[in-house]
């Protein structure tokens, strides 16, 4: 089944401590984004990967880094979360132009 | 810039009744068009797309159709269910056709 996984789902941490929201995607897309949805503002984008190795900033990049070593993987980190980081985040991956599939999400929670 | 603006809500409708979401946009280019979908607890799933002007989309009873001439694409259904309660999102793409911009997402409540 063609598909984008995140993990974790949930999590809740302190603030400071490094964290990594995993992203895969097992359909050979090029393109992988991102997103940070809040209530009211939608969904915002973080970053995004044309390709392996290639990376750029979306909308609302601060806080977070990402890298894309392998084409089916592009992890989300958090060096040191603040609370105004706590977000629903989506990972959703493109190819061709047929529009995204998204992942599930994972709720991030800092204290 | 490219931008996609896309009706306030929350928006609440009976069952059976009929259904319009506004969508307008702002592109360079000549973008492809999408509707997602967000039921609750899950990710957001593409709903339906429309890739030129006067194409409809369609999908699970719900269309849109992309009007050049007034830069939209309105999502309607004819009949809505409690099922369809979701968050649904406007979105459009351009040139490479994988960076997309969506709106900011418009809640429907459908009650009995």
């Known amino acids: 089944e063609a598909q984008v996984t995140q993990n974790p789902r949930y999590l809740i941490t302190v603030t400071g401590k490094k964290l990594t929201v995993t992203c895969s995607q097992n359909m050979n897309h090029e393109y992988m984004s991102w997103y940070r949805q809040d209530p009211g503002l939608g969904l915002r984008q973080i970053y995004y990967s044309m390709n392996v190795e290639v990376t750029d900033k979306g909308d609302v990049p601060e806080g977070y880094k990402v890298s894309r070593k392998e084409k089916r993987n592009f992890p989300l980190i958090l060096e040191s979360p603040s609370p105004n980081q706590t977000s629903l985040y989506f990972c959703a991956s493109s190819g061709s132009g047929y529009g995204y599939t998204f992942g599930s999400g994972t709720r991030l929670t800092v204290v | 810039g490219d931008s996609v603006t896309q009706m306030e809500g929350p928006v609440t409708l009976s069952e059976e009744a009929f259904l319009t979401i506004n969508c307008t946009y702002t592109?360079?280019?000549?973008?492809?068009l999408f509707w997602y979908v967000q039921y609750p607890g899950e990710g957001l799933q593409l709903l339906l797309k429309?890739?030129?002007?006067?194409d409809k989309g369609s999908n699970k009873g719900f269309e849109a159709t992309y009007r050049k001439e007034t830069t939209s694409f309105h999502l309607e259904k004819g009949s809505v269910q409690v099922s369809d309660s979701a968050v649904y999102f406007c979105a459009l793409s351009v040139n490479t056709g994988n960076q997309f911009y969506f709106g900011t997402g418009t809640s429907l409540t459908v009650i009995p």
């Open positions: 429309a890739t030129k002007a006067d």
């Open positions: 592109a360079t280019g000549y973008p492809s």
